[in-house]
């Protein structure tokens, strides 16, 4: 099945709106935007303050648009030397849409899977050398 953008954007849409509850959903978004970006479906408009900047005072946010979504992911120094900074609009919404949860995910997951660890050889434990020494206790009966 082919996935558009449009379902991509409402994917991240739904992803977004549950990350609050699930951490690692955020994770799942960022892989997605940034694949997005890289293919040049989506772009990055420019910054905005955080609204809720956590521990920090101030934080920079990089706006994303994908589709007519618009979504934050955090800045990096390339992204404040290069983008604006725009004035933050609470008026601007994302368009409504629905979507299972479970659905979102497995879109997001089939797009942009998790990279797979590289694999590990395993390698059988060193064998310890047997204790050789004047002890019955430690060796056993001497034969």
């Known amino acids: 099945m082919k996935t558009t953008t449009q379902d991509l954007a409402i994917a991240i ?13 955020y994770e799942m978004k960022q892989r997605a935007i940034e694949k997005l970006l890289k293919q040049g479906k989506a772009q990055k408009v420019g910054l905005n303050y955080s609204p809720n900047p956590g521990k920090a005072l101030q934080r920079l946010d990089v706006l994303v648009q994908v589709e007519d979504y618009l979504f934050h992911l955090p800045s990096t120094k390339e992204d404040r030397k290069t983008l604006n900074i725009l004035e933050y609009e609470a008026q601007i919404r994302n368009p409504k849409a629905s979507m299972p949860l479970k659905r979102a995910k497995q879109i997001l997951e089939a797009y942009s ?3 797979k660890p590289p694999a ?5 434990p060193k064998q310890r050398p047997k204790y050789i020494g004047i002890s019955t206790y430690l060796n056993g009966p001497r034969k």
Not at 120 to 124: C, E
């Open 13 to 25: 849409y739904i992803i977004n709106k549950h990350a609050k509850n699930a951490p690692a959903l």
């Open 113 to 115: 899977p998790l990279p």
């Open 120 to 124: 590990v050889k395993h390698s059988r």
